[in-house]
């Protein structure tokens, strides 16, 4: 049985003038150590999945069907009470911005003990030596003076740090990172990554990388999710859909990265945007921006289909599959 | 062309406060209310029984009635009469259309002046500004009301209790005007700064307009819609500063009342039992008051302007 | 820190020398000594003398550098009524109000945080609303009127006969809807405690707090709305905050999120505003003490304006414009100490 599993599930934010759609039919799963990458343009609905496992969709968002299953108990049907249980006990979270994730007038410790305490019966002085040695752990210099220091006296590469830090405070299953370092410098970027993903090896805790870089979950991930406008257009193995994306929009996504372009040429664009959540058009979300559309693409929503390892929801690959078992049927 | 952009900003935001208008029961309740007060205000000579401020009409064997319900009250004075035997429906209309003509007359005053300093400080910049939003600042720390309350002493000092009576109107225009100025010239600067980035200002500059120009012309109109919404706010903050500045002696005489100075010559005789005379028209006042607040607070939901907080 | 308090003290200097120069100029373009000096029975040569004498043909910034060096030892002038130094009449006068600010804070403060954070968390309560709706009625009435008001439920006392007494539920609806009165609603009382020198106080008979409660609630009733307002707001817009829901995910609980995380955050602009609406209070003072023959600073100030007591008047004003400095820059200072962002340079971090 998987870590996490997710089935159909569906998120809604309600706003004046009726619901709109904000995750359609998402279903994934994650195994126990297990690295997942999470991909897609802003606005494609990766923050909301990963904030919807631990059911803290901001308002007006709810879920609005599906479940989540954390070792076989359905965490969006759970009792808020509950659910505390498994938050930052069990799973723990990463967020975008060190700046502003940290409370600004709590000392690192008061942030560091409470978690310990929300989870644990133990003494402030056993649970500082918890925090003290995870500060060491994610290589933080001198952390007992770390403790008694307010956020803002920190570098954003060193609250990150912090952040991680705590995530790894009550030695979780799972750890929902949401686009860890993009608020960081590029120079301490990879650095941030690579620790990440040391301790979650050391560890052996399951990852959820949420990123739009795709770069960074061909290095991280061992499996990946590409997101579109609220719904999973493929999954699979990491490096197969590197190597040979199905989806269109996949395709488009890795020719548009600079390491495919020749030296000094332009850069490959997908033509248009992303339509909002306001209005998603018919069919394939994707279809206006698709040169292989068809009117079939405009009218219904593809399912999925399977090509070697990878799931892909579009008719286009249905369409070469089907060509290709005739091809096969006909010269055997 | 200064008409053409007034005339279609004035069309969008017609179409778009009339449609939420339309929507919300409280501001058009409020609505209702508001311009009925305003309309008997402005009618009150036609529609008050009798002339509060015409001596000879006044009996005082009608002192202290009390409103029609009570017991011995005269169907003459359906809301009873005051200590001096004047009709208490009469001296109420003319007290709102007094309170009224303050309140509005005190908003156009400090509006005029907290545009002007407004678009200085955030045109001009630099010393300007730092001079002008200090004394704003020094002046609202001191709340308005307390600037008012010493300026109207002095001015009472200065001219005598008669004199002052005379002119007290005015008198009250200017310093509940000059005392809440800073409000929207707050307003004003932090909208003048959020346009002055923007790039039609550059561009009248590149054109080469002249400095009060580009402020009046193309800065101001942008900036309205704040000044709008505090300005309605404000027309009750200054109907409630004259009723205090009255009730302290310092605003409308009794013989020509407003409706704080009603308030204030009732007061002595709640103690005996005659408590209409003052909570009448200090019913009126919140009334009118609170309508008014709650069509500022629609307005600000509706124009979401950018307000200067804190 | 060193520097964040030599600027805001000099700030304060400045408004202060701003002040005594309107104080000043309201001094000398009112006030005319002679005339309560000597009186008409004064020849003009001997007018003349005592004006030379007195240096009011000095060059007008002699006049002010010597009323300010005054000012500066204590020496606010002679009031004519009280025929005493204006301060000492002032000294007299201050424990009255005094206590009447820290009555109303005392309610202003135990209602308006519960109720503020309360509107917060539950938006959508139907407390909440009616919190709300209240509080915007309670921002349109005006302090004199919620004092006359609660003076004639609480003090007079109102008797209801709107329903028929045939019955027994019209008898007990005119019963509950008539109130007793008996409060008072003049003046603190005769049951004062001497704390020290001409400081009296009625925090500690019977008396005196039964006195302290009408004029107490009605200068608080000014402000609670207000607070509440700003502190729904605040708590409102720092629950939709990063490290909120980051303390949600952590698993605290949300008694720990909302009353630590929530509301520490929340207190730091309300402690500026707040602090700056305390000395705004002194305002309403005035009306309030106006409304029950209240013996303060207030009722006196009032007074020296219909006796034209001008001394009195700008001394007044000199003490109050000292109360508005001094509590400003408290409020500065301790929002630096509370405040772990701001470094006390002056300069937010």
Known sequence: MALLEVKNLDVRFAVRGGDLTALRGISFSLDKGERLGLVGESGAGKSVAAFSILNLIAQPGYIAGGQILFEGKDLAAMSERELRKIRGNRIAMIFQDPMMTLNPVLTIGTQMVEAIKAHRRISTKDARAIAVDKLRKVQIPSPEKRLDQYPHELSGGMRQRVIIAIALLLDPEIIIADEPTTALDVTIQAEIMALLLDLCEQENVALMLITHDLGVVSQVSQRMLVMYSGRIIEQGPTREIINDAQHPYTQGLINALPQMGEPGARLFQIPGAMPSLKNVPSGCPFNPRCSFATDECRRTMPEYVRAGNVDVACYEVERLIAQEQQAREVTP | MMTATVSRWARVRDSFLWYSFKRDKVAIASFIVLLAMVLSAIFAPLLAPTDPYDLALIDIMNSELPPVGMSGADGAFPLGTDAQGRDMLSTILYGTRVSLMIGFGAVILQAALGIMFGLLAGYLGGRVDAILMRIADVQLSFSTLMVAIIVGAVFKASFGSLMFGEIAIYMLIFIIGVAEWPQIARTVRASVLAEKKKEYVDAAKVMGFRTNRIMFRHILPNTLSPIFVIGTVQIANAIISEAALSFLGLGMPETQPSLGSLIKSGFDYIQSGSWWITLLPGLVLVVLVLVINLLGDWLRDVMNPRLYKG | MLAFLVQRISQAFLVMFVISMIAFAIQ?????????????????????????????????????????????????????????????????????????????????????????????????????KFFMSISTVGISIPVFLTAIVLIQLFSIGVTIELFPTETGWGTWLNGALSTDGGLPSYGRGDELTHLFGTWTSGFF?????????????????????????????????????????????????????????????????????????????????????????????????????????????????????????????????????????????????
């Open chain 3, 28 to 128: 000398d373009g009112l006030g005319d000594p002679l005339q309560e000096l000597v009186g008409m029975s004064v020849s003009l040569e001997e007018r003349d003398a005592i004006r030379e004498d007195m240096g009011l043909n000095d060059p007008i910034y002699v006049q002010y550098a010597r009323f300010a060096g005054n000012a500066l030892q204590g020496d606010l002038g002679i009031s004519y009524f009280y025929g005493k130094p204006t301060l000492q009449v002032i000294a007299e006068h201050l424990p009255a109000t005094l206590e009447l600010v820290i009555g109303a804070s005392l309610i202003i403060l135990v209602f308006s945080v519960p109720i503020g954070v309360y509107a917060a968390i539950r938006p959508q309560a139907f407390l909440s």
């Open chain 3, 205 to 349: 008979s019977w008396d005196g707090l039964w006195h302290l409660v009408l004029p107490c609630v009605s200068l608080a009733s000014i402000m609670l709305p207000l607070f509440i307002r700003l502190i729904r707001a605040e708590m409102m817009e720092v629950l939709q905050s990063d490290y909120i829901r980051y303390a949600r995910a952590k698993g605290l609980s949300s008694g720990r999120i909302n009353f630590l995380h929530a509301l520490k955050n929340t207190m730091l602009p309300v402690i500026t505003v707040g602090g700056v609406q305390l000395g705004i209070m002194v305002a309403y003072t005035i009306l309030t003490e106006t409304v029950f023959q209240w013996p303060g600073m207030g009722l006196m100030f009032l007074e020296a304006i219909t006796r034209s007591d001008i001394p009195l008047i700008v001394a007044y004003l000199m003490v109050v414009g000292l109360v508005f400095v001094i509590t400003n820059t408290i409020v500065d200072l301790i929002y630096g100490l509370v405040n772990p962002t701001v470094k006390l340079t002056g300069k937010k971090a």
